[in-house]
């Protein structure tokens, strides 16, 4: 063993530790490679048999994260900005100090533009974020039941405050949003 370190101390010192990088690394490939998580759809039989019969969903694990994600968990959000009368930027607690910011669409409404065709959007859509920054001052603001967002960028979810319980449903009771499940949103011009 001794003349196994005399060999390489030379050399390790000479290459400042170029030798013990380039090993730490290669170890860590090997072992990355002997355990590593699978990082595309799964095809295992049970996936391949839904596949084939059309039956029903995926079983839970082999579902993609977005839809795994437990519709009963609760995220406390500090708003950030309210950006239009159906969302705001948040930062959201998705772990004890772990905080992250993103965009949040109120789930279930669609509220009128801000880049408004005419004047009566313009005026509705000024008076939804008003109404939406109103509701959000309550503070004590939650979201669950999140959702990735047709558009990207942004995360679809149920809005919660301290004294109403759903966001979605208060815009839509007070005149400040439509019903929205998806699909082509009708015009706000008269």
């Not at 400042?16 to 860590?28: K, P, R, S």
């Not at 994260?65 to 159906?86: S, T």
């Not at 789930?107 to 065709?117: K, Q, S, V």
Request: aromatic share 6%; net charge positive; hydrophobic share 45%.
């Amino acid at each position: 063993m001794n003349d196994y370190l005399r060999f390489w101390a030379p050399r390790i010192a000479r290459h400042g530790g170029a030798y013990i990088v380039a090993a730490t690394f290669a170890l860590g490939v090997v072992i990355g490679a002997a355990v590593r998580p699978e990082l595309g759809p799964r095809t295992t039989p049970v996936a391949r048999a839904f596949a084939a019969t059309g039956d029903g969903e995926l079983p839970q694990s082999d579902q993609p994260l977005a839809k795994r994600l437990d519709p009963a968990l609760v995220y406390p959000a500090e708003v950030v900005r309210v950006i239009d009368g159906d969302t705001f930027e948040a930062r959201v607690r998705v772990w004890p100090g772990l905080d992250v910011d993103t965009k949040v669409r109120l789930r279930g409404i669609d509220a009128a533009e801000l880049h408004a065709r005419c004047a009566g959007e313009l005026a509705q859509a000024q008076a939804a974020r008003a109404a939406l920054q109103s509701i959000l001052a309550e503070g004590g603001v939650t979201i669950s039941r999140v959702g990735i967002d047709k558009y990207g960028g942004r995360v679809d979810a149920a809005i919660a405050t301290r004294s109403t319980a759903d966001v979605s449903a208060a815009m839509l009771k007070g005149g400040f949003a439509r019903a929205y499940e998806g699909g082509k949103r009708g015009s706000w011009c008269g």
